[in-house]
């Protein structure tokens, strides 16, 4: 038996995500996953982060289809809150949708195996290679929606 797939994707919502479409390519592509894991039986979290995080009280995937005013928070790029996202959701594969480079923690073995990234234009890869296990940089944000699938397993063994 194969348990659902479980996910935590976090969107980066800091004003340089703003520009070229990058924010909406991010979400558009953020929702089209989580539903087809909701579809598939699976639990998806939706996290905003920028310097501070954000998740709705219910720790679903509503903040992934909150309205583009609520999007911003504090501004900047900050990963520290991945060792709390680690522990809160530690059974969640982790995907973060960046264009940044941020203050990052150290990530334990267990940790960096189960999380990805896509890095979007501007971005700069090198910041997330400690904390990623498996990291994407994409030249296009367009092209964010078709990478995003390969990134998450299909199933997870327990």
């Known amino acids: 038996e194969t348990p659902a797939p479980r996910l935590l994707i976090c969107v980066d919502v ?3 995500m703003d520009s070229d479409g990058k924010q909406q390519n991010a979400f558009l592509a953020a929702q089209a996953v ?3 894991v909701q579809q598939s039986g699976g639990e998806v979290v939706g996290l905003l982060f920028d310097q501070c995080f954000a998740v709705s009280t219910n720790e679903d995937a509503s903040p992934l289809f909150a309205p583009q005013p609520e999007w911003s928070m504090v501004d900047g790029t900050s ?3 991945l060792p709390e996202a680690w522990r809160r959701w530690h059974q969640h594969q982790v ?3 960046t264009d940044g480079q ?3 923690p150290t990530a334990l073995p267990h940790d960096r195996a189960r999380t990805s990234a896509i890095v979007i234009p501007d971005g700069n890869a090198k910041y997330l290679r400690p904390l990623c296990a498996n990291v994407v940089t994409l ?3 367009r092209l964010l929606p078709s990478v995003l699938a390969t990134l998450i397993p299909r199933t997870a063994v327990g």
């Open 34 to 36: 989580a539903l087809a």
């Open 102 to 104: 941020g203050d990052a």
């Open 95 to 97: 995907l973060l949708i």
């Open 14 to 16: 800091s004003s340089s």
């Open 79 to 81: 990963f520290q809150f």
């Open 139 to 141: 030249d296009e944000p």
